[in-house]
């Protein structure tokens, strides 16, 4: 990819600029605190400081070092302990509605990865964006929550040598988009070469054989602006790129995906949790402990025991049955007593760090689409307009916008997540990459807001879906296991609560 026009512009972006803009809030283990929302830049609040604030990670470090911590014998008894306040947690919560249970969350919120903000008005996604996957479950659920989940209209958006194409990926050998590309004959016959050869791949047939190789197997000798466009996909989408993607999943994306409506709210689908515990009666709500780590569960004859820390103090409570709805990465650490290969199937899973940007300008700079790829960047994947299925193009040029930017890291970076200056100057590249392919928006930018996350996108690597899940997602009565990152190809808000459900009814008969 040439960087000429992209260089040209990211110089005009200063260091003193950029933090004179930025603020931090972020999670080095992964989510974020909610921030009040901010106002737009003046000449006053161009020079406030900026603020870091960063989630406990004390705890899961010292877990992750094998610390060995206290043991107290249980204080209290309860039917159910839930941990993990994220979406299959919420979907376990309501399941239970009337029952004997206590939900044990680290963060001083709920929503996991799912949570949405506000700037000006506003509504803007720090993790969860999206969903294309309905099952008559979630739908009848939503239908209980009074929600109704928007169509994004259109597809895609690619930027390729600073030239934007709109609705760029369609699945199409034939597509008129490849002649928009700025490459020449060549460049464009192996896109449809591509696309030819994995319209003859039967994807039912042929699940498993596919999900053992990578993905980058099915672009070797391919024009590098088709692998960078899936490299791009792929980190934002699963997190990772085509050398560590399944090539089920690559092979299903490229064919199939431009034909499935993608559904959302603004703001991504952070709306679904609070909707769902503000829809609980208060009595229900006075079961959830936040900030209320686990360090350790473990089974006792027909019990269970959960170690936490609450107001600093470790505690035990004694259940029936346990729900541990935290990804496997922190299960394989906590959880006592699992067979071999299932730990060792938990402890394969791997996770992709994973920060977000959201860039608050006072005007609206972009109408390319909901979701967006700068094909070639180096420090994000996407830019998803905030408000696209409120808005959509409809709206005054003199409006604010709020564009999201997904950074998604290679695991070998994860540690700069820890450094407040490398991870500011990686966000600074970040949005010097997105202004240089969005000529004119720099002057209109008033603030920019940065989330940390070091485990947060569980990967959709080779042999994951057929091989690692049906190990780790086995069940540990009376401890039940219900995470997004134990079924179905990607991390979905459908998969995360079908989890929950499914784990529910298992406990309710142990019970």
Request: proline share 6%; with cysteine.
């Amino acid at each position: 990819m040439g960087d000429k026009w992209l260089n040209a512009s990211m110089k005009s972006l200063t260091r003193r600029s950029f933090i004179r803009w930025a603020i931090t809030s972020g999670a080095a283990l992964a989510c974020p605190f909610p921030l009040p929302a901010a106002e737009p830049a003046t000449a006053t609040s161009a020079k406030r400081p900026r603020r870091l604030t960063s989630e406990a990670a004390e705890i899961c470090h010292k877990i992750r070092d094998s610390t060995a911590f206290p043991l107290p014998a249980p204080s209290r008894a309860v039917d159910v302990v839930i941990v993990g306040a994220g979406l299959a947690g919420m979907a376990v919560a309501h399941a239970l509605a009337g029952a004997d249970f206590l939900m044990l969350e680290k963060e001083p919120r709920i929503g996991g990865n799912a949570c949405a903000e506000t700037w000006n008005g506003l509504s803007y996604c720090t993790g969860s964006a999206w969903m294309s996957f309905f099952d008559q479950r979630i739908t009848d659920l939503f239908k209980k929550w009074k929600l109704e989940p928007l169509p994004i209209k259109g597809r895609d958006a690619g930027c390729f040598e600073g030239k934007w194409i709109r609705d760029f990926w369609d699945g199409r050998v034939d597509s008129p988009r490849i002649e928009e590309l700025p490459y020449n004959d060549g460049v464009k016959k192996g896109f449809r070469e591509f696309l030819s050869e994995i319209g003859k791949i039967d994807l039912v047939k042929q699940k498993a054989k596919l999900d053992a190789v990578p993905f980058s197997n099915f672009l070797r000798g391919k024009p590098q602006p088709l692998i960078g466009y899936w490299d791009q996909f792929g980190l934002s989408n699963w997190g990772a790129d085509t050398a560590n993607s399944s090539a089920f999943l690559g092979v299903e994306a490229a064919s199939d995906w431009p034909r499935d409506t993608r559904f959302t709210f603004e703001g991504g689908l952070g709306v679904v949790p609070q909707r769902i515990f503000d829809g609980f009666p208060e009595e229900m709500q006075r079961r959830f402990l936040l900030e209320a780590p686990v360090y350790q569960v473990r089974r006792q004859g027909k019990r269970a025991l959960v170690y936490f820390f609450k107001d600093g103090q470790p505690t035990c409570l004694e259940a029936k049955a346990v729900i541990f709805c935290a990804p496997k990465l922190i299960a394989s650490r906590v959880v006592s007593g699992l067979p071999v290969k299932q730990r060792q199937a938990m402890a394969a899973m791997r996770y992709a760090p994973y920060p977000v940007y959201n860039l608050c300008f006072t005007k609206r700079v972009a109408d390319l689409g909901y979701d967006s790829y700068i094909v070639g960047a180096k420090h994000m994947s996407d830019v998803v307009q905030a408000d696209w299925v409120t808005r959509g193009r409809a709206v005054a040029a003199d409006q604010p916008q709020v564009l999201t930017v997904y950074a998604p890291m290679r695991e070998s970076e994860r540690a700069e997540l820890l450094d407040d200056d490398r991870t500011l100057a990686r966000a600074e590249r970040a949005v010097a990459e997105v202004l240089a392919a969005l000529p004119g928006a720099s002057e209109h930018l008033a603030e920019v807001r940065i989330f940390r996350r070091a485990h947060a996108m569980p990967m959709s690597t080779p042999g994951c879906y057929t091989k690692l899940q049906p190990l780790l997602r086995a069940d540990l009565p009376p401890i039940y296991f219900a995470h997004s990152d134990q079924i179905g190809e990607v991390s979905d808000l459908s998969f995360a609560m079908l989890a929950g459900i499914e784990a529910v009814k298992k406990a309710v008969k142990h019970l």
